[in-house]
């Protein structure tokens, strides 16, 4: 091998020759490991979205990550002591990283912002998630609103719908605010399986509820046939109860949910559309603790999230290598909103069944503390995970692992060029 060089804390084999490259790839036991690596691609700095003075303005602070492996969004947060507009806004080259003609430190384009509301002090945007061109959030303006719940169409960021469709009044669906972050919920066994839809959960509420995605018409709320047709969502409640719901996750293959709240991480075993029961003990409609918090409760604390990253592929290629193949968890253990908190001590990935797994980062710079609000979004298409910083106003992409192969020879052989922090720089010669 020849010489070893670093770039932004990133180490790479200077001089492999392509066939090298394609001899080198290969793929580690299919099984779970301890450990899992994640290479931070790219860092897009927000901080100008936190300034009213900017068309790209929507809050004080990131709050919500939404990614689908090529299109990246960002919703705000309102942290001033006065009212003030919350937004949605796509980060326009994203798209750049995971075709790998940018890397490193990445000034982000936007779009238009969209979904804005006048929102009220300490109030905002809660949750993102994305199936397809379809982002889904969730907003939290202090009480009721037809907007707790929305959806927008990625391919022209106009909303498709919000609660107005769910065919009654928001009152009777159930408290509908958006407390909590929304993910799509692919039903019993998975994809397309039966009880698919937008989930959400909110504070107060034991149930799980479930509206059309295309259409918004509700499914699953709070009281069976409120509105007419809809049935009462199964109860997620858990022992010790707590239902100050943060933030939701589905395993894509079996449609079984994972909750984070201010006790922990919760796990519920789907055994129907629309009925579950309890992992540990197996009683009906029940969820059960898989991770509790290991500082203090969170009590209402926002930023609280949790991610499902599936089907995490293992990968060996030189120095970027990832021993761990599976499913796993990622969330943030923000038991407290001071300032001063590490990355890497907050930020935890679990098994499905709690299990703890050590995340080994190749960071571009080593992240700025924080107050310990993050938000997840993992992409298996892509083998990369976002990751929203709410108080450094950053967003991060992370890769478990390689490109093809072809697209790892192209870069060996000729490079890719881009503005400085590219991947040119990354593969170069050294004399």
Not at 144 to 157: E, H, L, Y
Request: with cysteine.
């Amino acid at each position: 091998m020849g010489s070893r060089t670093t770039f932004n804390g990133l180490v790479c084999g200077a001089t492999i020759a392509a066939a090298s490259v394609l001899a080198g790839l290969s793929a580690s036991p299919a099984h779970a490991q301890a450990t899992i690596s994640l290479y931070e691609l790219a860092r897009f700095n927000l901080n100008s979205t936190s300034s009213g003075s900017n068309a790209e303005f929507i809050g004080s602070n990131p709050i919500a990550v939404g990614w689908n492996g090529s299109k990246l969004y960002v919703a705000g947060f309102n942290g001033s002591a006065a009212t003030a507009n919350t937004s949605v806004i796509e980060i326009t080259n994203a798209a750049s990283v995971t075709n790998w003609t940018a890397s490193g430190f990445v000034t982000p384009t936007y779009s238009s912002t969209f979904g804005t509301i006048s929102t009220a002090a300490s109030r905002g945007y809660t949750g993102l998630a994305m199936q397809g061109n379809q982002l889904l959030a969730s907003y939290d303006g202090g009480s009721n609103s037809p907007n707790g719940i929305q959806m927008f169409d990625a391919s022209s960021n106009a909303r498709s719908w919000n609660l107005t469709a769910s065919g009654t009044t928001t009152a009777n669906i159930g408290t509908t605010r958006g407390y909590a972050g929304p993910d799509f919920d692919p039903g019993y066994l998975g994809i397309s399986g039966s009880g698919n839809g937008a989930a959400w959960v909110t504070q107060g509420q034991g149930r799980r509820f479930l509206n059309n995605s295309t259409t918004g018409a509700s499914i699953y709320t709070t009281t069976a046939n409120v509105p007419t047709g809809a049935a009462q969502g199964m109860i997620i409640n858990t022992n010790p109860l707590s239902s100050t719901w943060r933030d939701i996750a589905f395993d894509p293959a079996t449609g079984d949910m994972y909750t984070r709240n201010q006790v922990g991480v919760t796990r519920t075993n789907r055994t129907g559309a629309n009925t579950d029961a309890d992992p540990i003990t197996s009683t009906a409609g029940q969820s059960a603790y898989v991770y509790i918090n290991s500082g203090s409760l969170t009590s209402n604390n926002v930023g609280v999230n949790i991610g499902y990253m599936n089907s995490v592929q293992s990968s060996n290629f030189n120095d970027f290598t990832n021993p761990y193949a599976g499913d796993l968890l990622v969330f943030n253990d923000r038991g407290s909103t001071a300032a001063g908190q590490s990355w890497t001590n907050v930020v935890k990935f679990t098994t499905t069944s709690g299990s703890s797994i050590t995340p080994s980062y190749t960071f571009l710079a080593s992240p700025l503390t924080s107050t310990g609000a993050y938000d997840f979004e993992w992409d298996a298409a892509t083998q990369t995970l976002a990751v929203l910083d709410f108080s450094n106003r950053t967003v991060s992409l992370f890769s478990t692992a390689v490109p093809e192969p072809s697209t790892w020879a192209m870069l060996v052989a000729g490079g890719v060029a881009s503005a400085g922090t590219g991947l040119r720089r990354r593969f170069r010669r050294r004399g």
